[in-house]
């Protein structure tokens, strides 16, 4: 056997390629998501419904720019439209007082 055939035999043993992907979360957009789903059944409690609603659509909005987005774009829209039935509700109710 020649040098280089020795060589050739002790460097063709297999490549072994790991890929392991890291596994992200975005916690401050599940929070959001979170809260704004609790926020929906809470809303109607005048200040601690407020309060979940608002801290829903914070944290969501700051979730938006970290990846993965999806759980903080949907907690951005249930704030965002949780908070515009709230005001309509509201807004009938003032709106039905003042005629009284």
Known sequence: MTQDSQN?????????????????????GTAGFVLALIALFLGWIPVLGWIIWLLGLIFSFVGVFKTPKGLAIAGLVI???????????????LGSAALL
């Open 79 to 93: 704030s965002l439209i949780g908070i515009i039935l709230l005001i309509a509700v509201f807004g009938a109710i």
């Open 8 to 28: 050739s035999e002790s460097q063709s043993g297999q490549t072994i390629i790991i890929n392991q992907t890291e596994k992200r979360s975005n916690g401050i």
